[in-house]
Structures are given as structure tokens and as C-alpha cells.
């Protein structure tokens, strides 16, 4: 069983579209996070929510509007995509006091043409 | 601002070495210390964390040392192996993670 499954894998668009990324936690964790991990392998947080309720909000274009139904899911939807958003986004989990660390999907590579 | 350095960017080691790599944090609020292992196409993975009330752990060939008064925390990887070819970011926690920009490993055989 994946603990944390992010779909699609790939995702390939034009710019000006609107896209969706999902995530799903199956380890009962707290708190699920938004990471991008650009061309140069950097990863910086986006969102994090906790119980369904945003907790960090970096500095990050209101294109991006991240949505949490329950605790299990963290959804990212991207509005008018640009050629600067191409990237690899994570999603992950924990639970609140980190105990076992943060769980990392596989990642969706996002490449806007 | 970054507040997590991590140092070198890449690295290359011989099979059977020890490779070490080298992170310096600002955040005297960080809690949380963890070292994560990315293969290509994969998300990060957690190798080892360690706690700031702790100086060292080990687990198995890798060691992360702690330094409190320093703000500094390091990976040793005993007995490298060209398995562990992989990018090793650090990273510390407050409210969320914070990594360093990663450092290239590549042992070779």
C-alpha cells in the first residue's frame, strides 16, 4: 500500500490552462504539505494544512490554491499556468509532533509548453 | 534568506569510503534535524533525523553529529557503497520542513 500517492505522475500542459494535482495519505498523519522541487533539485514548502485548516502559506502565487476535503487529502489546483511552474511538486504528511519524520510521494512532474 | 546551508554540493566518493556532508542552520527554533536520500524519479526519503537534545545517533552506517552551540549538524556515511549514489538533502523543522539545496553523491565502484 502507498502511504502517500500523488496522481498524476506526469503532467504535461500549455500555458494559460488550469490543472489539478491530488494527494492521498493513508498513514492516519495530521498534517499534509505542498513542496516544489524546481530544476535544480531545490525543495521549498508551499502549503501546509493541518485537520483540513491552512497553516503555512509561503510566498507562493494566488494561481495556486491548495484544498484539503478531509485530514486524508491535500489537493493543489493551479490556475493559468506559466512557463515558470514546470517543476516536480511534492506532496507530503506527518503527524503533528513529526514523530517518524515526513512522508514523501513520488512526485508530479508538471511541465508547461 | 536560507536557512538552512548545506555544503558540498556535490561529492564523490570511492567505494568503501566515508562521505560526509555538512548543514548550518540560523533558527535557534528549529526542533527537528532529519537527513533525507532522493533517487532520481523518487520523492525523498527520511535516512535519519536526530533531536537537538541528542549530540550523535547512528543507524547502521549512517551518523548524523549534532552541534548545538555551533548551529551545525553533519551526515557521515560509513563504508559507501555505490548504492548510496543518491542527491542527501538536510533539512530542520519548525512549522514545517526547511532544506538545504542538496548535495550529489556518487561513489564509485
Known amino acids: 500500500d502507498t502511504a502517500v500517492s500523488q496522481t498524476p505522475k506526469y503532467l504535461v500542459t500549455q500555458m494559460g490552462n488550469d490543472k489539478s494535482i491530488k494527494c492521498e495519505q493513508n498513514l492516519g498523519h495530521d498534517t499534509m504539505y505542498w513542496y516544489k522541487q524546481d530544476s535544480k533539485k531545490f525543495l521549498k514548502i508551499m502549503f501546509s494544512y493541518n485537520n483540513k485548516e491552512l497553516i503555512i502559506n509561503e510566498t507562493v502565487p494566488n494561481r495556486f490554491s491548495p484544498k484539503s476535503p478531509d485530514k486524508a487529502h491535500l489537493n493543489l489546483h493551479i490556475n493559468s499556468l506559466e512557463l515558470g511552474d514546470s517543476a516536480v511538486y511534492f506532496c507530503a504528511s506527518s503527524r503533528r509532533d513529526r514523530t517518524g519524520g515526513y512522508t514523501f510521494g513520488s512526485g508530479t512532474r508538471l511541465t508547461v509548453v | 534568506q536560507q536557512q538552512v546551508k548545506q555544503s558540498p554540493q556535490s561529492l564523490i566518493v570511492q567505494k568503501g569510503g566515508i562521505s560526509i556532508i555538512n548543514c548550518a542552520y540560523e533558527n535557534t527554533a528549529f526542533d527537528y534535524f532529519p537527513w533525507y536520500q532522493q533517487f532520481p524519479g523518487k520523492g525523498p526519503a527520511l535516512l535519519i533525523a536526530?533531536?537537538?537534545?541528542?549530540s550523535e545517533k547512528k543507524e547502521g552506517r549512517f551518523t548524523i553529529s549534532f552541534n548545538k552551540s555551533a548551529k551545525q549538524f553533519s551526515l557521515h556515511i560509513m563504508d559507501s557503497q555505490p548504492g548510496d549514489s543518491a542527491t542527501y538533502f538536510c533539512?530542520?523543522?519548525?512549522?514545517?520542513?526547511?532544506f538545504g539545496k542538496g548535495t550529489t553523491l556518487s561513489v564509485s565502484s
Open positions: 536526530i533531536r537537538p537534545d541528542v
Open positions: 533539512a530542520a523543522a519548525g512549522t514545517a520542513l526547511i
